[in-house]
């Protein structure tokens, strides 16, 4: 389907591991070594490779190509949050820049190995920082740093609970960068996005340690948890979070429905968040991420049965997808799922089944690794994410659309342009645009830059966020002082100066120079 | 009841409002009227004393003896966030302290016109903004920050909605203070705390505006919003917010219920709260002060009520009184009723039928005026409150009421702790305690100053948090550096020095000298 509708496209071949050329480290103080062990200090080029990007298109693109720019001079690795401690500190000293690193899936370049100012820059890997402590009683779980997803959801399900939380990089991403980006998974509406989901945390920044209270909520001042989620390591490196958690689900139903058109799924999705009756997963599919998905659905049997489904549906012409969720007690789970129903029906949604949702949740985090084989076939695969209010989101979702389809075409490569909706709330919702091209070859971030450009201005335009829940990064760094203004741009450089003062911490992220 | 318990008290003769001496006004620069107009520059005695203090202990102590202390030099009332941007710069150069004031309903010392390094202090009376701007689609609503609880909620109910936003400061309190001070209603369990409610707001800041994105949600960095929540005017004034609204409830439905004793009734609030089954109004009274609401409910017709469902339950002595409400449509609140009430009996509770709850309704705003009685009559009254997990509230439950109980007696004037559990949550509640004991006559703010500090204190060595909805202001400002540790304070002062280089906003506030 991508050959006929973009032109073939060259494969790609990727540079293998070994073959990556890097710069020889710079040597680093011996107070490094000493503040944790020889054996948590990796200089290797491989573990230097390894931490050289996250995951975002221009993150790829340098990593197969072998031309990965920047290559931390190691990756240190703390045990503790003394550990961390002593290693800002020696690092604002030294004047060496440190990058906070988790599970390196960051899509917007959160993670790259920037000096900044510096010479020197180190990646501090967290995952040595897996520590669990369970409150029964509180339901809540403190979690250490370094944990990826299923090691957390592991250790609680251990003890009958769920953290609920998957996102797409569930498989790798860890607690601390789920606090540290203001990470939202597929079903953010039953159990929370990541920072509703977190009751309170601990930070270290070069100039001591952020800890807010362990209580279920304060009046006391402005949030300061509220201040070190989504601070993506300027301030310093999250150390510890308690989240809530709750009994793991005794049953769970995916179905899958069919909105006449995205127009009427819109208004349906919102229909069922102003009446609390949300299922936990809720996402809509315009009709062109309708039609991909029964081209592209892969190996997973989700096209099977999505396409089983749809055809049987023999009245229906085109149509919206909808896919649904219910998790819980099993009589939770079959009284929700009734009202939902109810409200979709009267909404004009046609009933697909189970199978399709079954399918659905058994591919959800397959995506990235699609676009891994899609990159391979030599295209452009981008997804890009942004939110408004009900009564805006018709305009920002024909704004992006059309800009990303303009951008396409003046780079010679027309493109497939897709969206979901996802995350919705009573005032709004998230969309997700989905692009694939065929990427133009030596020029690819170019190319990818030009379209990026032109997705970002059209949000800001239409008065969207620049991201609902991939965070800022490097990418969206440059739109921060039209999302926050130059006040509130001020007031984050502020705290930035008192916490960092060195302006060690994650140089050129979030904070645009 | 009173007399028998604590002895008789002196009764007290209040100042009236004339015989109140009040220093001449300093004299402001010309360009304060300018900015505004004359009739927005108010130096008459009477408005000046009625913004000299909040509705706490001290401050009614204060203006009963007609000694008030710090009084405002004016009275400024802009009508536009220019205005308000206008008045900060000339304040600033002039070195012109500025409490932002909203309701005056505060009961942390949150408006006392303190001047701090400055000579001059005025009153930033934010009154005239009450501009109403609805969102049908979105079901969101942008207020002016000097609409007090009833207009803001007529506004909105004209049109079918309602914000839900009920604490007992309702009829007073302004949008802006709600904002500023975290404000939670009684009905948070329903329609969330006034900070859950806020979807974005702007502020004006001696250094600039502030304003956050008008999108349900964003993942751009930390939260500017949950910034300026809580902030109590030391950054700046709040111009504007925008609330989620909801239909207005079709059915209410309170009802009271009685729990064998507090640890039982606290478990079973606990269950509610983890089984998603809390009512949208849930209060938990303790022994002692189910015994007061029986001797103490004055005309309210709550009395009546309660005590007939009470000696109705004949085989029953002592226990606790629940009181849950339900609102919304009348098929929720019926299906919401149902699985709350299964959960009750399950836990212990026996009904007392929908007679006392509404009796409880009725009466819900009437806590202040009966403080302003007893203050008459020569008692000592004060509230407090905090929160924790519910692993560790049974502990700070004991530590607070024993501390005050032991105070009290130290001052000579053994007194009546009471105290109730609300604002439940998954992972933990808030308790709100009342005191009441004879005052000491012409030692009242010493009597209340150590009563007060043991309180704190107890708060503190339990690691509960020192307000769960009071806020900070004056009174709390000396436990911010245990509440959020030196790193999150000095956070704080960053900001602040920041966005109020010349440090008028609202001194001897929030953040302690």
Chains 1, 2 share one sequence.
Request: some cysteine; glycine content about 10%; aromatic content about 4%.
């Amino acid at each position: 389907m991508l050959r006929s509708e973009l032109g073939e496209a060259e494969p790609v071949r990727r540079v293998e591991l070994d073959q990556v050329a890097i710069p020889a480290p710079r040597p680093l103080p011996d107070a490094i070594v000493e503040a944790v062990n020889a054996a948590s200090v990796l200089v290797a080029p491989e573990q230097r490779v390894r931490r050289a990007a996250g995951r975002s298109y221009p993150d790829l693109i340098r990593l197969r190509s072998g031309r990965v720019g920047g290559v931390p001079d190691a990756v240190v690795m703390p045990g503790t949050p003394e550990q961390v401690s002593a290693l800002l500190e020696i690092c604002s000293r030294e004047k060496i820049a440190v990058v906070p690193f988790g599970g390196g899936t960051s899509v917007v370049g959160g993670v790259d190995p920037v000096a900044g100012p510096h010479e020197r820059v180190i990646a501090l890997d967290l995952r040595r920082m897996r520590t669990v402590e369970i409150d029964r009683i509180s339901l809540t779980a403190t979690l250490g740093p370094g944990l990826r997803g299923p090691e957390a959801e592991g250790a609680v399900r251990a003890q009958g609970l769920t953290i609920g939380h998957y996102p797409q990089s569930f498989e790798y991403a860890t607690i601390g960068g789920f606090a540290a980006t203001r990470s939202a998974g597929q079903a953010s509406s039953g159990y929370g996005r990541f920072d509703e989901i977190v009751t309170s945390l601990a930070m270290v920044t070069p100039a001591g340690e952020l800890r807010t209270r362990a209580t279920p909520h304060t009046a006391a001042g402005p949030s300061l948890r509220e201040l070190a989620l989504g601070s993506e390591g300027v301030l310093g490196a999250i150390t510890e979070v308690t989240v809530r958690v709750r009994p793991a689900p005794e049953a769970r139903r995916y179905e899958a429905w069919m909105a006449p058109d995205f127009a009427s799924g819109r208004e349906l999705i919102r229909s069922l968040a102003q009446a609390d009756a949300l299922p936990d997963v809720t996402r809509l599919s315009d009709e062109a991420e309708t039609r991909v998905s029964l081209g592209l659905a892969g190996t997973s049997g989700f096209k099977r049965a999505l396409l089983g489904a749809y055809l049987g549906l023999r009245r229906r012409r085109g149509g919206c997808l909808v896919i649904c969720g219910w998790e819980g007690e099993r009589e939770s789970v079959d009284r929700r799922r009734a009202l939902s129903a109810r409200l979709l029906r009267r909404g004009g949604g046609a009933a697909l089944g189970e199978a399709p949702g079954r399918a659905w949740e058994r591919s959800r985090f397959e995506g990235p690794y699609l676009r891994d084989e899609l990159m391979d076939l030599g295209y452009l695969v981008e997804t890009l994410e942004t939110a408004h209010t009900w009564s805006r989101l018709e305009r920002l979702y024909r704004a992006v659309g059309e800009a990303l389809e303009s951008a396409l075409r003046a780079q010679g490569t027309p493109g497939i342009v897709i969206c979901h909706l996802s995350h919705a709330y009573r005032d709004g919702a998230s969309l997700y645009f989905t692009l694939i091209a065929r990427s133009r070859r030596g020029e690819e971030l170019a190319q990818w830059r030009a379209v990026k450009a032109a997705a970002c201005e059209a949000i800001v335009a239409a008065r969207g966020t620049i991201t609902h829940h991939h965070a800022i990064g490097r990418d969206h760094a440059p739109y921060m002082p039209a999302e926050v203004g130059e006040t509130g741009l001020e007031a984050l450089r502020a705290i930035k100066r008192r916490l960092d003062p060195a302006g060690i911490m994650n140089p050129g992220k979030l904070l645009p120079e």
